[in-house]
């Protein structure tokens, strides 16, 4: 476990559905069905919350096939610890997970929302365009 002050810590665990759907959606991001993110949930390669006061109120993942292909996902600060450092402290945990655990050539990619962008280029993302550029599709 590392901390970033005296009040928050980052634990390295994967969220629980509760905090998970609250996290997402006191964060502006969109909500998934509760089977749909049990199972997602237990896919996860590596995931951090952050803690204070026994309430996970941050949190990211790195989900992926295990060798070659990687995504960063669920990064997200509840609104009101946001501007804290605590996006960076995720950040940070995930790629020392990334740099010392995941094989060499892995492709790690993730889909930025701006202005998030910024957070990632501070860890060495690179925009892909115009060599290539990312594509989504959400099942209706
Ligand atoms: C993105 C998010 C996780 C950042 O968390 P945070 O704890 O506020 O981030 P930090 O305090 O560690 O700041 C890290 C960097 O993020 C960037 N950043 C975060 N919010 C920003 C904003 N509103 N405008 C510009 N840059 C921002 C900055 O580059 C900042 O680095 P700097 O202080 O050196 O300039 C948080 O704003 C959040 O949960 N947003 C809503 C959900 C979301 O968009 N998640 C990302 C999906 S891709």
Known sequence: M????????????????????RL?????????????????????????VVVVDGQVIGMGRLIGDGGCFFQITDIAVQPDHQGRGLGKAIMTAIMEYVNTMLPKTAYVSLIADVPANKLYEQFGFRETAPRSVGMSYIVK
């Open 2 to 21: 590392a901390s970033t002050d005296k009040h928050y810590s980052v634990e390295e665990r994967t969220p629980d559905y509760d905090d998970y759907m």
């Open 24 to 48: 997402r959606q006191n964060a502006g991001l969109t909500p998934f069905s509760r089977a749909a993110a049990e199972i997602g949930l237990a896919g996860t390669v590596f995931a951090v």
